[in-house]
């Protein structure tokens, strides 16, 4: 019974790190999408040749950490501001004769990590005829304080979690011992090994952990396949979440066999430790 109840507390705590993980893992992909959207934009010299403009871009490129380099002509920067601000009139247009924004062509840059970018923003400073960068600051710190208070917090969940099956797992097992106390002094005075002994509660600790680990693995996996279809039901009108949410195959790939080594890990370190301490009987 004590094993029955090790092995339920244990899928509870396996379920909640399967359920954390899977959250970890799909706060990080939306997280790496809002950083490929965080870009800086570099303008030019004013009167600045073509030619000039192409080998900006080519310095960029070589800059390690970025990812991408996009060129937006003054008239396409023109059309994409007409489109965004006179959509409702656009006769209002019409009324510039020529190009206001004729100084406007510009490359935007994205970065892998947005930790990275002002490293990049430096860089590209340095480089003969860029004019100005603009960057959104305030996004680029909120991101990479975001990512390390997501971090620590998970890692904490994790530790606590591990610690708390290991004691499970180490409870078991000493009540095994404890129980068996008077078969285990015989053993061990008709010459039964120290490793002879320790054998079984090591299975049973291995045992306790692989059970207590591959069925919160299923319940997950079910769980998440149905929440992602609702979620992909009820808000799939807004386009980018089925893109940004992660498939059950893809976070399974990764948490189940984490999942599995952790588990009879557990088991296996908790057991060992336990006889290692309660074998003198």
């Not at 305030?138 to 304080?145: D, F, K």
């Not at 997950?220 to 992909?232: K, P, S, T």
Request: hydrophobic share 50%; glycine share 8%.
């Amino acid at each position: 019974m004590f094993s029955l109840a090790s092995i339920a507390t244990m899928t509870a705590c396996i379920f909640i790190f399967g359920a954390l993980f899977s959250v970890i893992m799909n706060v990080d992909s939306i997280r790496r999408d809002l950083e490929e959207k965080v870009g800086v934009t570099v303008f030019f010299t004013e009167g600045i040749p073509e030619k000039e403009i192409e080998e900006i871009g080519r310095k960029i490129r070589g800059i390690d950490h970025v990812t991408e380099v996009k060129y937006t002509s003054a008239n396409e920067a023109w059309e994409n501001y007409k489109a965004e601000h006179f959509a409702s009139n656009p006769s209002l247009a019409e009324g510039f004769k020529e190009n206001p924004l004729a100084n406007s062509a510009s490359y935007t840059v994205l970065v892998d990590r947005v930790e990275r970018q002002q490293g990049v923003v430096d860089q590209i400073g340095k480089i003969k005829g860029v004019r100005q960068i603009n960057q959104s600051s305030a996004a680029v710190r909120n991101l990479a304080t975001f990512n390390r208070v997501f971090m620590y917090v998970s890692i904490a969940i994790i530790v606590l979690l591990f610690i708390v099956s290991v004691i499970l797992i180490a409870n078991a097992v000493s009540i095994g011992i404890k129980t068996r106390r008077n078969e285990i002094g015989i053993m061990k005075l008709i010459g039964a090994t120290d490793s002879f002994v320790r054998a079984p509660f090591v299975v049973e600790g291995l045992t306790l952990g692989l059970v207590g680990t591959a069925l919160p693995l299923v319940l997950l996996f079910i769980a998440y396949n149905g929440l992602i279809g609702a979620l992909l039901m009820r808000f799939g009108f807004l386009g980018q979440i089925g893109d940004v949410l992660l498939k059950p195959s893809s976070v399974f790939a990764v948490l189940a066999p984490i999942g599995l080594i952790l588990g009879i890990g557990i088991g296996l370190i908790g057991a060992w430790i336990t006889v290692k301490k309660n074998l003198d009987v």
